[in-house]
C-alpha cells in the first residue's frame, strides 16, 4: 500500500480568545488526501474554532499549518485557495440571489467564471429553480445548500463542513452525504463535524474525537469500533426472570425487556471475555432461553464513555 498524502497538518496549534478563555489546547493532527475524517466532540469542545483556524477565520495563539504543502500564514493565498468551508453559522447576503452568491464566491478566489460549473452544482444540490430567488427568500435548508454550493464553486482540494447537516430534512440529509462521497471519489479530502454520531459511523476513514479543546483520540473509524467496542450478548430467557440469579452477579449481566432478557456486556480485546463461563452457568442453573443475539456498541457509545472519562 502506498503511504497516504499529508492534506493539512497541524502542529502545535493552540487558541486563547480574547479575555483568556483556553479553546485549544496544543493540537497535533495529520489529515490525508482523499479521506472524510469526522470531528466529534460535545458542543463547546472547540470543533468550529479549530476549523476556522486552519480556515484562517480564527487566529492561531501558537502553531503551524501546512495545507496542500503550503504553509497558512507565509502562502496564506495558496493555502486558503485548496479549502471549501462550509461553516457553521450561515452566512450570506440576504437580498442577492443564489446565483450571484455561488458564482460571486468562486471569483473570490480568483478563479475564472464558469456558469456551466456553477450550473451543475445548483442541479447537484436541487437550487437550479431557486437560482434567480434572493437568499431571504430561502427556507433554512436551503441556504444551508446553498453555503454547500458556495464552498464548492471554487472546486476545493480540502472541504470542510461544519455541521452541515443540522436543520436538514433527511431526504436531504442523504442526498448530501452521496455527494460527500462522490466528492471523495475525485479526490477531495473531506473533514466534517456533525452531532449525528451515526453520520459519522457512517461516512467517515477517520475519527477525531475532541473535548474541552484536548484532541483525545484519532482513529480509524472501523479500529476505533473492534478496539473499544463492548459486545452485547442478548439471550431471549423462556421464563422472565425478576432479579439476575446470585451465582451470575458480578460478570456485567444485567436484566431487560421486564426480565425476559439476560444481557451479558463482554470486552472483545480480552482473550478470556467470559462467555464460556456465562454459557456454563446458564446450563448448570437450568436458565432456558429461546434465542441468542449479539451486538456491537456504537460509535455513540463509545464517543460518550471517552467523553466522560476524560
Ligand atoms: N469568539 C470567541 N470568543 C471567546 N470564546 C469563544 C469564541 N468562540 C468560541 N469560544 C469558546 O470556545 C469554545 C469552543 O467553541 P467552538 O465553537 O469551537 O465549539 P464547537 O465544538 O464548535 O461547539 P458546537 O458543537 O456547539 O458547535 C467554547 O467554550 C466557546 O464558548
Ligand atoms: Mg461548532
Not at 492561531?60 to 500564514?73: E, K, M, W
Not at 460549473?117 to 433554512?140: F, P, Y
Not at 422472565?240 to 425476559?260: D, F, R, Y
Not at 456465562?278 to 460509535?299: E, G, M, P, W
Request: aromatic letters at 6%.
Amino acid at each position: 500500500m502506498t503511504e497516504p498524502k499529508t492534506a493539512i497538518a497541524i502542529q502545535g496549534l493552540e487558541k486563547v480568545y480574547p479575555g483568556g478563555f483556553r479553546a485549544l489546547q496544543p493540537i497535533d493532527l495529520e489529515i490525508y488526501q482523499g479521506e472524510i475524517f469526522a470531528l466529534l466532540g460535545p458542543n463547546g469542545a472547540g470543533k468550529t474554532t479549530l476549523i476556522n483556524a486552519v480556515c484562517g477565520i480564527v487566529n492561531l495563539s501558537a502553531g503551524q499549518i501546512t495545507v496542500n504543502g503550503f504553509d497558512h500564514c507565509t502562502q496564506y493565498r495558496q493555502a486558503r485557495s485548496c479549502i471549501g468551508l462550509v461553516p457553521q453559522e450561515l452566512t450570506t447576503d440576504a437580498f442577492e440571489t443564489v446565483w450571484n452568491t455561488v458564482s460571486f464566491s468562486r471569483g473570490l478566489f480568483g478563479k475564472s467564471a464558469n456558469p456551466a460549473l456553477i450550473e451543475s452544482i445548483l442541479k447537484r444540490l436541487s437550487l437550479w429553480d431557486k437560482k434567480d430567488n434572493q437568499i431571504r427568500m430561502l427556507s433554512g435548508g436551503m441556504k444551508r445548500r446553498v453555503m454547500i454550493a458556495k464552498a464548492l464553486s471554487h472546486e476545493p482540494q480540502v472541504l470542510f463542513l461544519d455541521e452541515p447537516t443540522a436543520g436538514v430534512d433527511v431526504e436531504l440529509r442523504k442526498s448530501m452525504w452521496d455527494q460527500v462521497h462522490e466528492l471523495r471519489e475525485t479526490g477531495v479530502t473531506i473533514i466534517l463535524t456533525t452531532h449525528y454520531i451515526e453520520e459519522a459511523e457512517e461516512m467517515a476513514d477517520r475519527v477525531g474525537v475532541i473535548h474541552k479543546g484536548k484532541l483525545l483520540l484519532v482513529e480509524e473509524k472501523n479500529k476505533l469500533m473492534k478496539q473499544l467496542g463492548k459486545k452485547e450478548m442478548v439471550f431471549e430467557l423462556q421464563h422472565p426472570l425478576e432479579t439476575v440469579p446470585p451465582e451470575l452477579c458480578g460478570k456485567n449481566i444485567s436484566l431487560a425487556a421486564g426480565g425476559s432478557q439476560l444481557v451479558f456486556t463482554y470486552d472483545t480485546l480480552q482473550e478470556d471475555n467470559g462467555v464460556t463461563d456465562v454459557l456454563d452457568c446458564l446450563k448448570a442453573h437450568h436458565i432456558l432461553y429461546r434465542d441468542i443475539s449479539t451486538r456491537q456498541s456504537s460509535l455513540e457509545e463509545i464517543f460518550v464513555d471517552l467523553v466522560r472519562a476524560s
